[in-house]
T-cell receptor, first 115, second 111 residues
Framework: DTGVSQDPRHKITKRGQNVTFRCDPI?????LYWYRQTLGQGPEFLTY????????KSRLLSDRFSAERPKGSFSTLEIQRTEQGDSAMYLC?????????????FGPGTRLTVT | KNQVEQSPQSLIILEGKNCTLQ??????????LRWYKQDTGRGPVSLTI?????NTKSNGRYTATLDADTKQSSLHITASQLSDSASYIC??????????FGAGTQVVVTP
């Protein structure tokens, strides 16, 4: 399977714990995006990378959230001191170029439940 | 206020019937509009993409229309199948490449 992959697919954690998610984009896609999606809503933009550079962060990305893409390939999203409001599906997407028409290919998502 | 509004929020249709989903947007300046299908627990998958100059695009039993003057789009599903049960999300890209997502229409196809 050469699509976008995310790991884990599901994560249950207790409030206050730290969690880290991984995204592997389609090979040679230089743009990588993170989104958060709550039930019954469309995805909300969190941040994106052009190669290893993090170019934009949403205001939704509080200081408890950090994302990295150290070698311009896979990316990690870490949430520290999780809160119940962090429960959501976290989606990763990648695209091959800077062109506006360039499609974003989404991964299957990581569903986070904070108890 | 969300710049992409979809209706209805949900609908139930009988297998074999047709249905039409609506998307109104205020995103400006406009670059393109995509319809995505999202199965439960999965990431969205692109169905169609239309730019300003395109007013219809088909992908199998899915047909999307775009009226850039009134800023409206529709997605028509013909001869629905059980596998069409999913959330359909309208996504508008502005000229700077920023995506604005609608909340989606949840479609349930019943036998």
């Amino acid at each position: 399977d050469t699509g976008v992959s995310q790991d884990p697919r599901h994560k249950i954690t207790k409030r206050g714990q730290n969690v880290t998610f991984r995204c592997d984009p389609i090979s040679e896609h230089n743009r990588l995006y993170w989104y958060r999606q709550t039930l019954g809503q469309g995805p909300e933009f969190l941040t994106y990378f052009q190669n290893e550079a993090q170019l934009e962060k949403s205001r939704l990305l509080s200081d408890r959230f950090s994302a990295e893409r150290p070698k311009g390939s896979f990316s990690t999203l870490e949430i520290q001191r999780t809160e119940q409001g962090d429960s959501a599906m976290y989606l990763c997407a990648s695209s091959p170029s800077r062109e506006i028409r360039s499609e974003q290919y989404f991964g299957p998502g990581t569903r986070l439940t904070v108890t | 206020k969300n710049q992409v509004e979809q209706s209805p929020q949900s609908l139930i249709i009988l297998e074999g019937k047709n249905c039409t989903l609506q998307c109104n947007y205020t995103v400006s300046p406009f670059s393109n509009l995509r319809w995505y299908k999202q199965d439960t627990g999965r990431g969205p998958v692109s169905l169609t993409i239309m730019t300003f100059s395109e007013n219809t695009k088909s992908n199998g039993r899915y047909t999307a229309t775009l009226d850039a003057d009134t800023k409206q789009s529709s997605l028509h599903i013909t001869a629905s199948q059980l596998s069409d049960s999913a959330s359909y999300i309208c996504v508008v890209t502005d000229s700077w490449g920023k995506l604005q997502f609608g909340a989606g229409t949840q479609v349930v196809v019943t036998p």
